[in-house]
């Protein structure tokens, strides 16, 4: 990706954190040291710059929090944007990386966007293995619900592959994790950051090749640990899905400490 004059500002909001998870959790066929603790934290990201902002992801809400337990929930994307000075209705693109529980939350605070959110992805969710094994634990009816309905209002954008979202953001299929995983490649200052999302739930995975534990198709998760290296113009613009370290590896906003950081 060609980097441009007044690339993006990217932000990572966290909105929630799980801490009573363990290592084994975490890894595919688990971990030796499964039994210790890896607490987990939910994010969504802000991407912007040149008079637009892109969403990516949208969290869960608080209800979805106290009902599934053990989350200790923050506060809303939308009033952490606010405090960062974002207008929510500048938001005219979110990029849901994909339509598990814990990014689909919060649509409907953002009622004008565009939703970008990959064919094969919607394809799996609405289709036949939607309702094996645990896989019905791992959406929100009521949001895929919300994703269906505004389909038809011409509000989802169904992608094939690779699409720019608006020039200097890109969104790339992975697949791996889910059906249909998208990343997202955005152009900032200091280069190409890729917000990985799922494709490495932590640093860990793809820095010690240790897909997660949660797998559609595990060839395609090193194929997207391999896109993601390529695609990174430094390995610290590689960012995770749920890590905790990325609140420590980033300038907090000031203020925001514990639920806003820069990272680009
Ligand atoms: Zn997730």
Same mark, same amino acid.
């Given at each position: 990706?060609?980097?441009?004059?007044?690339?993006?500002?990217?932000?990572?909001?966290?909105?929630?954190?799980?801490?009573?998870?363990?290592?084994?959790?975490?890894?595919?066929?688990?971990?030796?040291?499964? %039994?210790?603790?890896?607490?987990?934290?939910?994010?969504? =990201?802000? #991407?912007?710059?040149?008079?637009?902002?892109?969403?990516?992801?949208?969290?869960?809400?608080?209800?979805?929090?106290?009902?599934?337990?053990?989350?200790?929930?923050?506060?809303? /994307?939308?009033?952490?944007?606010?405090?960062?000075?974002?207008?929510?209705?500048?938001?005219?693109?979110?990029?849901?990386?994909?339509?598990?529980?814990?990014?689909?939350?919060?649509?409907?605070?953002?009622? !004008?966007?565009?939703?970008?959110?990959?064919?094969?992805?919607?394809?799996? =969710?609405?289709?036949?293995?939607?309702?094996?094994?645990?896989? /019905?634990?791992?959406?929100?009816?009521?949001?895929?619900?919300?994703?269906?309905?505004?389909?038809?209002?011409?509000?989802?954008?169904?992608? %094939?592959?690779?699409?720019?979202?608006?020039?200097?953001?890109?969104?790339?299929?992975? @697949? @791996?994790?889910?059906?249909?995983?998208?990343?997202?490649?955005?152009?900032?200052?200091?280069?190409?950051?890729?917000?990985? !999302?799922?494709?490495?739930?932590?640093?860990?995975? #793809?820095?010690?090749?240790?897909?997660?534990?949660?797998?559609?198709?595990?060839?395609?998760?090193?194929?997207?640990?391999? =896109?993601?290296?390529?695609?990174? !113009?430094?390995?610290?613009? #590689?960012?995770?899905?749920?890590? /905790?370290?990325?609140?420590?590896?980033?300038?907090?906003? /000031?203020?925001?400490?514990?639920?806003?950081?820069?990272?680009?």
């Amino acid at each position: 990706m060609t980097i441009q004059a007044n690339a993006f500002a990217v932000y990572a909001i966290r909105f929630a954190s799980r801490d009573a998870s363990l290592r084994k959790e975490h890894f595919y066929r688990g971990d030796p040291c499964g %039994d210790e603790s890896l607490p987990i934290d939910y994010f969504v =990201w802000v #991407i912007v710059g040149r008079g637009t902002t892109v969403l990516v992801d949208a969290g869960f809400t608080r209800e979805v929090a106290e009902r599934r337990g053990n989350r200790t929930f923050l506060q809303p /994307p939308a009033e952490t944007m606010r405090q960062l000075g974002i207008a929510t209705d500048s938001v005219k693109n979110i990029i849901l990386t994909h339509l598990h529980y814990d990014h689909t939350g919060h649509l409907p605070d953002f009622p !004008s966007a565009q939703v970008h959110l990959q064919r094969t992805e919607l394809d799996y =969710w609405t289709g036949p293995y939607a309702r094996r094994g645990e896989n /019905p634990h791992l959406i929100e009816p009521g949001d895929l619900a919300y994703v269906k309905e505004q389909l038809k209002n011409g509000k989802v954008t169904l992608v %094939d592959g690779d699409a720019e979202i608006v020039p200097g953001v890109e969104v790339h299929r992975v @697949g @791996g994790h889910t059906q249909g995983l998208q990343v997202v490649a955005v152009a900032t200052e200091g280069g190409t950051l890729v917000l990985a !999302s799922d494709a490495t739930h932590f640093y860990a995975n #793809i820095d010690e090749d240790r897909p997660y534990s949660i797998v559609d198709h595990l060839p395609s998760m090193y194929d997207a640990f391999d =896109w993601i290296k390529m695609t990174a !113009s430094v390995p610290e613009f #590689i960012i995770p899905g749920h890590d /905790p370290l990325v609140l420590e590896r980033f300038p907090a906003v /000031p203020g925001l400490e514990g639920v806003a950081v820069r990272l680009a």
